[in-house]
């Protein structure tokens, strides 16, 4: 009985997008992994919607938040 944490949200889209690229690429072979995971595109996650860009470096909207003494004092969006 733990709530979930953002690490754990992360984690959970990290699964899912290999069961989608394994899906995605027709075979559970490590090239046609990763020819699928290279053109991921407008992927549904927990933590938002991303892309793999041509560098493969996964872009997606996010949230940076500025602590000040463990209290939350100010959010910006930013892409990663």
């Not at 992927?43 to 938002?48: E, L, S």
């Amino acid at each position: 009985g733990v709530e979930p944490d953002a690490f754990n949200a992360l984690a959970y889209d990290a699964a899912k997008l290999i069961c989608d690229a394994l899906e995605r690429g027709g075979e559970a072979e490590p090239e046609a992994i990763k020819e699928a995971l290279a053109a991921t595109s407008e992927f549904k996650a927990v933590t938002g919607t991303l892309s793999i860009d041509e560098n493969h470096n996964a872009q997606k909207a996010l949230v940076v938040i500025k602590l000040d003494n463990g209290v939350a004092v100010s959010a910006e969006n930013a892409t990663l």
